[in-house]
């Protein structure tokens, strides 16, 4: 049973779903040159980093999640498994994810402490808390998986990398913020200052179309910097569109549970999508002129 708890304190749908984002970024970065061992090191090191982000986000907010009802079952909140021992689990997962990311290249180490400390120490321990500002702060951290993908490959922090911090950041802002009106209850009934608590719903939807065409256009933008090919450009322009006409269709339903859900349940479709064709679609390093870096 114990053991169950301490794999749910991980929550591994959250690192399942950012693996995806880092394979779209090494992939880009690799431009069809595969290094198979150094894609595995990656992969463990970031689901390591990321599971330890996560243990310390339960372990620090066990107290508003037995105020929501969707974490109240959590095995901290319940008293199956003790702080302690999770604060020592986590340190283990993060020191362990950081010195694999430090074997691919510094570089990508020094990126998933960023995430880790944005996360966990300006997300989860100030903001989170105390100010509206806290998803918008919490995305870097969201977004920092595709770029240490792409960073262990490339070894550098270039124009490919900068776009994909920018593409993920925009998507992560109405992801976030769809999860928020669709749990609004619990948020309020924690006291989480989100948008929708504060600002209310017809707000929230307005920052959400901004964020969502800021988002399409951001992603376009790694075919004409000469990073992707034309299919990405393709199906990010369809993409783009098609989670941009959800969103504006939002202010024709009452529902705007349902329609939260259903922009939520896009937006994770079209970040897979993404990564999917910028995995496959990348331009390759001779027609840039350039070297992959080893």
Known sequence: MKLKQYWLVTKPGIIAGNLISVAGGFFLA???AFDAPLFLLTLLGVSLVIASGCVFN???DRDIDALMERTRNRGLVQGLISPRSTLLYGVVLGGSGLMLLWFTTPLAMWLGLAGFVIYVGLYTLWLKRRSVYGTLVGSLSGAMPPVIGYCAVSHQFDIAAALLLLIFSLW???????IA???LQDYQRAGIPVLPVRSGIEVTRLH???YIAAFAVAALMLTPSGYAGNGYLAVATLVGVSWLWLAIRGYRLEDCRLWARQLFLFSIIAITVLSVMMS??????HELGLTVLR
């Open 280 to 285: 496959v679609d990348f331009v390759a390093a």
């Open 58 to 60: 339960n372990l620090i």
């Open 30 to 32: 690799s431009r069809g």
């Open 208 to 210: 959400m179309v901004r």
């Open 172 to 178: 992560q802002m109405p992801h976030s913020y769809a």
């Open 181 to 183: 009106i669709f749990r």
